[in-house]
């Protein structure tokens, strides 16, 4: 929501790529701006923080929702109320992967997705550390269509190399 027009993107998406893209709102913060954003055709939602309202609002309307939280209080709370993920925010800035890591010591049952800070290089680590998947924003977009999708295709070979590792740890 921090795009001008952002709704009007969703929309705009939705009708042009609905059927090739798993379309989904971020900076979301409060239930008005999330039933906007369900009305344009989002089909999940994601807040830099928690706000149970929102949560309440998108988890009775059924839909995916990954709330933000930085403390271990905040990331028991958004769990607590429902939250499918709980987006760590801003992880790199206080610890990056030992911060993930030290979380999922205590709250292993919770699905932490870091983002802030992730990049090629601590993407890997991520994910080793416990994080259930990835967020990444400014280290992917760019102004070249062509730069985005080789991006985007290393992150994915990372986090196939890490599922790869973890199958093999677990058999």
Known sequence: MTVPGAIGVIAELSRSMGGELLIGAGTVLDPETARQCLDAGAQFIVSPG????????LTQAGVLVMAGALTPTEVIA??????????????????????????????????????????????????????????VGGELITADHGEITSLARQYVSIVEAARETERMVTE
């Open 50 to 57: 928690f706000v149970a309202e929102t949560v309440r609002f």
């Open 78 to 135: 958004a769990w607590s109320a429902g939250s499918d993920f709980v987006k760590i925010f801003p992880c790199g800035s206080v610890g990056g992967p030992s911060y993930i890591k030290a979380l999922k010591a205590a709250l292993p049952q919770i699905p932490m997705i870091p983002t802030g800070g992730v990049n090629l290089t601590t993407a890997g680590p991520f994910l080793k550390a416990g994080a259930a998947a990835i967020g």
